[in-house]
């Protein structure tokens, strides 16, 4: 199983910017397949798909995020993204990377974004 270790949380007014990182602790690109994908769960809601990048670079999103989210890899690192733009309030949450491979499947710790005035 790999382990994701995630960075990025932070508290920013509306309409600012934020960019999540997750980051494996071993070497993906040897994987055959690669899937990624982010989740968020606001407080006292379920946890709900925001983004995902498969092995060959194809991606979706959410139709609340679309145009403002950008997922994005880095196999050379190791690491995925989400670019945040245009955040607002709604968009509070607990944000969790998860890797899914021919080895299995990981989460991340999750790290918690804030959007507030």
């Known amino acids: 199983q790999v382990q994701l270790v995630e960075s990025g949380a932070g508290l920013v007014q509306p309409g600012r910017s934020l960019r999540l990182s997750c980051t494996t602790s071993r070497n993906t690109f040897e994987s055959f397949s690669q899937d990624w994908a982010w989740f968020r769960q606001p407080p006292g809601k379920q946890r709900e798909l925001v983004a995902q990048?498969?092995?060959?670079?194809?991606?979706n999103y959410a139709d609340s995020v679309k145009g403002r989210f950008t997922v994005s890899r880095d196999n050379d690192l190791n690491s995925v993204y989400l670019q945040m733009d245009s955040l607002n309030p709604e968009d509070t949450a607990g944000y969790y990377c998860?890797?899914?491979?021919?080895?299995?499947?990981?989460w991340g710790q999750g790290t918690q974004v804030t959007v507030s005035s």
């Open positions: 998860y890797l899914a491979t021919d080895d299995g499947h990981s």
């Open positions: 990048i498969y092995s060959r670079g194809a991606t």
